[in-house]
């Protein structure tokens, strides 16, 4: 293969309950990337639009993860690989914007090399790009970005990733409020300690999300998609975020949470109609604020990152 | 139907990671009990061997539970419950002895009133039986002694139970080493708040187990059977638990930990030679102690409470 188109989704972590460890793909906005071979070796960004992004490789997710797949392939190679990057999630959103192109970037050097490396060791890699961006590794948004559907990073030590692929016909709604959390300040509402009987709570709560995930039992879904330890701290950094969750719980949604550590919030629900309703809902009061926003409908679809032509 | 006997057995709770949210049935031990129509009506509990135990309803689990079960059918009915207990799990063990009685009471009383309840409801009731014994109200041995396998409890309000039947030969070796560890004692060794970090952390484990469980994936379960907030300090109760930990893993037990708040702890396993292993290597630890014990191993299967004849 001399060249290859990809498009890597955006995705939502901290998936309620799932806090660290739960994200999915979100296929209605995604980074379009394209990857060909130059006959001089080493790796280079010769194009970026969408987004005031660096070319310096270093400074640069999608440089830093195929810097890192190539070096392990130098050796065994005799051509580099340059990149072009049409950014189309806005940097700071809170859906793995950073994340998309580390996966996307991975996918598409992966494609050129020919690496046979498990996904495993792709997502480590891809997270060493990510990193570059959010300042720590992390794989709630890398895996399901790269993975499609669910993924679960059940463990960080070894990095244990399982995708799961839910068979309802689940649809997501997310709302961009154009306002800046900064990650700092996401991080620094929260309480260092939390009590013992909240985190049983939490963590049963994501057992029954993870067992209705994959027994496509919506009912159990909707009764734990919810997040008793982050989202009563997070939720005062995004201004109406309960007017946004009656919103969309008004209209069956079957559950509401904060996007990464936001400012992004999202509803999940069955079916396009009812996330059309519940995108309509969330418009209205999005627009009687003095903040610009983006609103994405579509489905969670199970492709991740893959080939466009 | 005029009468019944039942076997209800044994059950291990707190699973690893799943403090208070997940346990096992294990039918290696467990209670008969034997429930017959009365022409006089109301409940009565006349005979129980086995253990000392109290004649009276309202101090006895299974009369507890009967009766409230009894109650809500008082009116429609012209007869009574008798109900005779041969008590083979030892109360104070922590392999659910009184949620054995409960279970089996609730299953007895529900096959003679046919009372065509759903499986939650008859949990709730066998709960209240089990707080007698208890003080307070769970169901993570009485769902599982009822169900079978695996139980999740995934929520209390409202009461949430899903059974889990995995598809593995897994077997349980446990140990009941006979010291009164005081459930007010283990109780008061926990902290009232965890690290943050230590929570996700745990229900990663958790997920990642609950996921390896309903896909039948031994390394997935092997890799999350641990307990990073309750073991490490409940496990200075019991005495040698490091030894007995360390000689089932080195008969590639699954997992281990402590069963309910001890002083009894369990290996998983796959296959009964493996099982047969563990439970030598464990012998050979508990006879050099300086007191008694009891050692069972057996499958866990999916039978949970049922009709004997």
């Known amino acids: 293969m001399e060249k290859i188109s990809v498009f890597a989704p955006a995705s939502v972590a901290n998936v309620c309950a799932g806090y660290d460890v739960l994200g999915f793909s979100f296929a209605a906005v995604g980074d379009h990337m394209h990857?060909?071979?130059?006959?001089?070796?080493?790796?280079?960004?010769?194009?970026?639009?969408?987004?005031?992004?660096?070319?310096?490789?270093?400074?640069?997710?999608?440089?830093?993860?195929?810097?890192?797949?190539?070096?392990?392939?130098?050796?065994?190679?005799?051509?580099?690989?340059?990149?072009?990057?049409?950014?189309?999630?806005?940097?700071?959103?809170?859906i793995g914007s950073s994340a998309a192109s580390a996966a996307g970037a991975i996918f598409g050097a992966d494609a050129l090399l020919n690496s046979q490396l498990p996904s495993t060791e792709l997502i480590s890699l891809a997270m060493k790009g990510e990193a570059v961006a959010s300042g720590c590794e992390h794989a709630d948004n890398v895996a399901p970005s790269l993975l499609g559907g669910f993924s679960l990073i059940s463990s960080y030590h070894p990095l244990t990733v399982s995708s799961i692929y839910c068979d309802l016909d689940l649809h997501a709604v997310v709302l961009h409020p154009k306002i800046e959390v900064k990650t700092k300040e996401a991080r620094a509402v929260l309480p260092s300690k939390i009590p013992l009987t909240l985190a049983t709570e939490q963590w049963g709560h994501l057992a029954g999300l993870i067992l209705g995930l994959t027994r496509s039992d919506a009912e159990l879904i909707s009764r734990h998609l919810t997040d008793l330890v982050i989202e009563p701290h997070r939720k005062n950094l995004i201004p109406k975020f309960e007017q946004y969750k009656s919103a969309a719980l008004d209209e069956k949604a079957l559950g509401f949470g904060i996007s990464?550590?936001?400012?992004?919030?999202?509803?999940?629900?069955?079916?396009?109609?009812?996330?059309?309703?519940?995108?309509?809902?969330?418009?209205?009061?999005?627009?009687?604020?003095?903040?610009?926003?983006?609103?994405?409908?579509?489905?969670?679809?199970?492709?991740?990152?893959?080939?466009?032509?």
């Open 260 to 309: 990464g550590s936001g400012p992004s919030v999202f509803a999940l629900c069955e079916g396009s109609q009812s996330a059309e309703q519940i995108k309509a809902n969330m418009m209205q009061i999005a627009s009687a604020q003095d903040y610009d926003f983006s609103l994405y409908s579509g489905e969670i679809d199970n492709k991740g990152t893959h080939e466009i032509r």
């Open 35 to 94: 990857f060909e071979k130059t006959p001089e070796k080493g790796v280079r960004i010769s194009e970026i639009t969408g987004a005031e992004l660096p070319l310096t490789l270093e400074d640069n997710v999608a440089g830093v993860a195929v810097k890192a797949l190539y070096n392990r392939f130098e050796t065994q190679i005799d051509f580099g690989i340059d990149i072009r990057i049409e950014k189309k999630i806005k940097p700071g959103s809170g």
